[in-house]
């Protein structure tokens, strides 16, 4: 697919020809917090003791469904937009400290004892993880009412940073869409509606509780490993209604799913180019989860599980890596 084709650069045109010149819904304002003034985890306070006892405890079999992806220089990543990819880089290799002995122990020692070390670099809502509530507000407030003129550092967001994130635990629930529509891939930019995911969830007998952590399958990772090109071309996710009737009246904890963005791209409101952010992120304060791989849980047809995302502390920032697992649980 050339980059015209490409759904991220058809974003950057959408967005392009909307401007910031025309008006804002009034109505779309960060959201206040019924967990408090000081509250930066949103509807992740909906994770309690009693609710994973009672998960843990449901366990059935000692399978453990890993469900990030690898991380390698090439891999796909929101990098339209200016943000840096991932790279990798040695800083100490076995030949390299014999050469130039960094080490001072001389080539003996540095003969014996094979050193390597390396570093990565990249934007940090590459690979699989989850979005802080820092990374979107509207009218420069994120959620509960934090103002980037009052929060927002040369070092990173005073308040909503990713390290706030508690360990992710909850009832998983996976919402098989593309195995619904018997594809292995849903079609290219196809949008994802809330009869889809009613439907899905009727086919498979799914009862969605409040607090629960709904993964959404497009087939999409597929391309992941093999065409990049692909994973980033394609723009299939889920709409807004859909998202709407999960959160508000299902009372999900938080969503993820195995595309770029969880939303289907590009917006279809020349007002916000990323209305799903927006309302999730802003208005909900539901934290959520993208690049999620869900192969293995579709293939062995398990669609309930305990779901454990486990957040690295990075102070301040908008998002953070995260290796998510599912465990089977008994229905």
Do not use: C
């Given at each position: ?278 309302y999730l992120l802003a208005q909900k304060g539901v934290m959520f989860m993208e690049l999620v791989y869900l192969e293995g849980l579709s293939k062995a047809n398990v669609n309930e599980f305990l779901f454990i995302g486990l957040p690295l502390k990075l102070r301040g920032a908008s998002a953070s890596p995260l290796r998510p697992l599912a465990i089977?649980?008994?229905?």
């Amino acid at each position: 697919m050339n980059i015209k084709g490409s759904i991220l650069f058809g974003l950057l045109i959408t967005f392009s020809a909307a401007g910031y010149s025309q008006t804002v819904n009034s109505t779309e304002r960060s959201g206040v917090s019924p967990w408090g003034a000081d509250d930066q985890i949103g509807r992740l306070n909906l994770i309690n003791e009693k609710n994973n006892l009672a998960l843990f405890s449901a366990i059935r079999t000692g399978k453990v469904y890993d469900l990030g992806v690898e991380y390698f220089i090439g891999m796909p990543s929101f990098t339209a937009l200016g943000d840096p990819p991932y790279q990798y880089w040695l800083t100490h290799t076995p030949r390299g400290n014999r050469v130039g002995d960094i080490t001072h122990a001389g080539d003996s020692v540095n003969s014996k004892v094979s050193y390597t070390g390396d570093a990565v670099s990249m934007y940090t809502h590459t690979g699989t993880h989850i979005d802080a509530l820092a990374h979107f507000g509207l009218h420069g407030k994120i959620y509960n009412g934090f103002e980037a003129d009052q929060y927002l550092s040369d070092r990173g967001w005073k308040k909503g940073g990713a390290e706030n994130i508690p360990p992710v635990i909850g009832r998983g629930i996976l919402i098989d869409v593309a195995k619904y529509k018997g594809l292995d891939i849903l079609p290219e930019n196809y949008v994802i509606t809330l009869k889809d995911v009613q439907s899905a969830l009727q086919t498979e007998q799914l009862q969605i509780q409040k607090g629960d952590v709904v993964l959404i399958r497009t087939g999409l990772m597929k391309y992941f490993y093999t065409d990049a090109a692909k994973f980033t071309g394609n723009g299939v996710g889920i709409n807004l209604e859909a998202l709407k009737w999960l959160v508000d009246e299902k009372g999900v904890m938080t969503l993820g799913g195995d595309n770029l963005a969880l939303e289907a791209l590009p917006s279809s409101d020349s007002n916000n180019w990323l209305p799903g952010h927006t309302y999730l992120l802003a208005q909900k304060g539901v934290m959520f989860m993208e690049l999620v791989y869900l192969e293995g849980l579709s293939k062995a047809n398990v669609n309930e599980f305990l779901f454990i995302g486990l957040p690295l502390k990075l102070r301040g920032a908008s998002a953070s890596p995260l290796r998510p697992l599912a465990i089977p649980i008994k229905n």
